[in-house]
């Protein structure tokens, strides 16, 4: 996995972190980004790590090339059917702890996570992108959940995320079907935030992550959290949780700035606040 301080044997993901930016950039456009062993366990690694990095106040995640992500390698696939079909599980399982580790992490950290989508986002491609926080899209997008095309259930927190974004027969839809469909019907569905032109998705998607890195990282975490938690909550015990959430804001350094900016009648510098 390459960094911006060096490089390791494998450059399946490239990880930069600057002006309080993570950038996780999935590489291997030669196969759309297909997912493979090796970048599922270096896109586990790479979240992780970015998730712990203290510099990283947004973290942003996008495919090399002309592509999000395509799904899985189908190749590495084959490779592996013969071990599976003789009751090998264990290359798969691995590659499962990597992959499910890196979803835990994107959405268990309290940093807003930002995908930058552009080209194809298929099967593990639109998990990921809908474990993002937010997502982001070129107008030449298309989309499609795929897995019951190979004869597999979904993976990557799907059957997790996709029933409380798009709700549950549309959920069925995608993984029953399996049908494609483009970037406007993805910000229908609510399962994209912003369409825009290819040629200005980079733009548009580094201000939004400058824009968040510059916002207040604790009161960030605290609304993540409460936000991914409502739906295992009843109503009594998320309003002792935003009660909790906000009074903990109240006391830290982030309002402290917040309200004498306010006051002040200038724009508020949360860094080194939280």
Not at 157 to 175: D, I, Y
Not at 194 to 213: H, I, K, S, Y
Request: include cysteine; glycine fraction near 10%; proline fraction near 3%.
């Amino acid at each position: 996995m390459s960094e911006n301080n060096g490089q390791s044997a494998s450059d399946t993901v490239i990880c930069t972190v600057e002006g309080g930016v993570g950038r996780l950039t999935m590489n291997r456009p030669d196969s759309l980004n297909a997912l493979n062993p090796a970048l599922a366990r270096d896109l586990h690694a790479a979240a992780r790590r970015l998730a712990e990095d203290s510099r990283v106040r947004c973290i942003v995640i996008c495919g090399a090339g002309d592509h999000f992500m395509a799904g899985g390698d189908i190749r590495s696939f084959h490779a592996a059917l013969p071990a599976l079909q003789a009751g090998d599980r264990s290359a798969l399982e691995a590659m499962f702890e990597d992959v499910h580790g890196a979803i835990r992490s994107l959405r268990g950290n309290g940093k807003p996570v930002v995908a930058e989508v552009r080209g194809a986002c298929a099967g593990f491609g639109l998990s990921l992108m809908a474990a993002c926080d937010l997502a982001w899209a070129a107008d030449d997008c298309n989309f499609t959940l795929a897995y019951c095309h190979l004869g597999v259930s979904p993976d990557g927190g799907s059957t997790w995320s996709l029933p409380r974004t798009v709700g549950l027969k549309r959920s069925m839809e995608l993984a029953l079907l399996g049908d494609r469909f483009d970037a406007a019907q993805a910000r229908e569905w609510g399962l994209v935030n912003r369409v825009l032109p290819a040629a200005e998705l980079a733009a548009q998607t580094a201000a939004v992550a400058a824009r968040l890195a510059a916002g207040p990282a604790a009161a960030y975490a605290r609304s993540k959290a409460l936000i991914n938690q409502s739906f295992e909550q009843d109503l009594d015990g998320q309003l002792d949780a935003e009660r909790n959430a906000f009074i903990d804001c109240t006391c830290g350094g982030e309002f402290a700035e917040g309200v004498a900016a306010f006051l002040s009648k200038r724009r508020p510098d949360f860094r080194d606040k939280s």
